[in-house]
């Protein structure tokens, strides 16, 4: 404790002696308040962030790369955030699947962090580490080991059991983000220590373990500044060298997507300074970008539409009036809870309704992000501005009168003193539009806007931001009503884009010394108009539809104003000079060779691009072709490319040859249980203790994911008629019963029931001294998250808490239980720990290709079971997809009333889908290219647990091309898919 206090009266001390707050400049380079930082390269003061003494806007989005096993796949994703204007991406670490097994780290290639670190650096993005050790994120235990549930006290705590359990994980951890430093030529700039440690089951916010924490990642290597992500504005966890926290303002549910229940996060600038001691940039380390989806939830299109493209404008735009310069989106890119990943709140898919779906292709919103993160990287202004402290009653004035209307004023602390006019609804979730006039404090006066004879329109759901005296590069905007979108100079001319929405009328007006060549480039006939008085140029325009263009053209300044649509659908090339491409679905990247423009991107129909670029450019290239270049209008470079989208040939999954087996051999009669774990502990380190004397907790033998198995083993007193359990396996778990092999029942779930209590009638009263096996398959959800730290919820126990019979009590000889073959000490590294669970199939790796069947009988999923049990599928087809084009795929299933079944879909030996009939809603599984073999063999398998009396069938099953386009990121390399080989312990 007394370390803690003296570090922070230290730090205390020397924030007040920091450069920091001496009058920022725009390229200073300041320590921060940490004088004791051994690296120059990532600094701050209270404004932002500087890299190479460089102020920047933080723009990441959050991905998982545990969440995607294909690690030829990330560039794609990585680029794609690239080209939508991020400048950095921020990861959370998995700890349970790189140490399953205490003291054993396995960075097998699909867990390996390397090659995601890499792909980021040759992308040209930053990271953000995130390693935990607890990290949430919809993961089983919050990404906490299994093993972790064995480990007595309360974690995320000074108790040495759990400090002891995680220096292991921060030191080899640390040394691979230390490794990946910007510091030593890797792209990581920030590394945030704990997750949402804001919340505390025995209300005490723990400093000494925080400290400790810190000290071990330090003393692991890390120099870069450290952060916290606070689950809200609570000032919790300050020790760090820059306060972060996030926010979710609009929840999670998906299934009213058009209720927006709560206003956007409005203006934290002044809690901040009152709760932060240290004043950095206002770094919010997760805002909403999505939302996570449950098991019988409304599915992710909804939660894409809910945190759609208004909301980012509305929410995002709020948080830029909170002076914010450190914003991560989470999620950029959900992935998938492939193999067991998902803790019990989620399913299958981790979409997310993200900017990027789970099948990596665009969401609108994807455009909408990129008006604002080009924006932001282009106005150094704001990076410097802090916000004005308004009253109602002074905004109303500003605004001529104008109620319901919140308005946010940035102001640059330096140079020009430009403004951010930020405008939006009071009623925030009503879908009225507002008419308004501004009164903007320019160099030149006070001056209201529209001088022109009408009003500025605040669309519903919208939000827009007014710029005064704005430097885009040479020319200098008195000020604009118009959205900025970018400014670029090219050979001797500065393009500036302004935006809006069709049909909406703008006014900006701009300094003009001596005006030469004023004109307007356009060929057609347009409405707009200009006065110029007093070497100040005003010009009023109306936003056009269809994608037409104003260009208007004074000096040296060539002013474009674009819809929205076409804005959006606009690319900012880093060439130097910059390219500018207006048109197509996606374009990742180009190069200037001699007179050619080499652009690579991703088009799924025929596109027409307009170009604008140097001028020494005349030929434009294509993913490598050259096309046919045209010049336009005004340097403008014309070109038409359709795409070649080849069909290709899918197999039909329900007619092909499928092969049977029975995997519940468990509960014949001829069954050997005996390598099974007996479940003879009667002590649990867990907090909670179960009712009966046994202790039936499958994680304290070592089994933390996939299907359990138990077998009681009983000698009948003589009249049990009955039994009873009180059996846990996380939300929409379910189960099923047999005495002797005979089906007792079943539970078949539901969305809110993690722990059931069942009683059944058995099939047949018990005669005294029968001996009975009652045998119960449980589903497993996954290990429990809770952010709310010092709580045992990770640990809750998967298993049985109590039991008993009616009729009689029969003695009991012990219980057994399996889980995966191996547990902690798994049998198949390379597809990682939580791949398999305790199905017979898994067992015995029935799901991996290259297992012989050949005597197996006949049989498709789609005939099924007539009675209850579990039933494996397996088949083989091939792909033949050719090169350069990216087509994602899925299987689906499809939902049949009333039956109440449980399947799991086995590709190459990966486990990449969970279905559950009467719970849904996921009935399309996503499976990446690279785990699907798009160049030959792939092996299928199908896993139907049939819970009902009558058994189950799947209606149907297909393969699926999600979409289509030309391009992509190039050779996948397929994920690591071991044939299946003899296992001899095997039961
Ligand atoms: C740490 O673990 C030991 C052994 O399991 C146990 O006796 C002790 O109570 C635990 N400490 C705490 C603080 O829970
Ligand atoms: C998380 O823990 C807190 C404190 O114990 C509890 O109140 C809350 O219900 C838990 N949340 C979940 C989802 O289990």
Redesign the pocket.
Known sequence: MLATLSITALQLALAVLSPAFAVASREQQPLGVDHTATQKRVTWDEHSLFIDGKRLFVFSGEVHPWRNPVQSLHLDVLQKLKAAGFNAVSIYFHWGVVEYERGVFRWNEIFDLQPFLDAAKEAGLYVIARPGPYVNAETTGGGFPGWGTRV??LWRKS?K?YTEAYKPFVREFGALIAKNEITKGGPIILVQVENEYSGFGDGIEDFEYEWELLQDFKDSGITVPTVCDDAWLGGHFQSVDIYGWNSYPLGFDCSHPEVWHSAPPDYFYNLYNSRIRKHGPKSILELQAGGFDGWGGAGYDACGKLIGPEFERVFYKGMYGSAVKVMNLYMAFGGTNWGQLAEPGVYTSYDYGSILREDRRLRDKYYELKLQTQFLAVSPAYLTSTPWQLTESRQIEILKGTRNIVLTVLEDTLDLHTKFYIVRHKYFSKFDSINYRIELKTSIGAITVPKADHTLELQARDSNILLVDYKAGETHIIYSTAELYTWKEIDCFNYIILYGDPNEKHEAAFKVSELKDFSSLDTEEVEWTYQIDNAILTVNFAILEDGDTHTIKFGNTVLLVFCREVASKTWIMDTNPPAIVKGGYLIRSASIEGSHLNLKGDLTQATRLHILATKSVKQVTFNGKDVDTQPATDGWLYVMYTPELPDIKLPELSKLDWKRADSLPEITDSYDDSKWVTASNTYT?NREKPAVKEVLYASDYGFHSGNILWRGHFTASGGEDGFWAVVQGGQAFGYSIWDNGVYVGFWEGDVTTGRHRCNFKLPKSWESGEDHIITILQDHMGLEENWTAATEHFKAPRGIFDYGFNGASPKLVHWKLTGNLGGEKYLDIERGPLNEGGLYAERQGWHLPGFDDSDWKEGSPLDGLKEPGVAFYRTTFNLDVPSGIDYPMAIEYSNSTGSYYRSQIYVNGYQFGKYVNSIGPQKSFFIPQGILNYNGKNTLAISLWAMQGEGAHLNSLDLRILGKVEGGVGEIKNSPAPAWSERKDAY
Do not use: L, S, Y
């Open positions: 007595e006290g108790n059991n380190p």
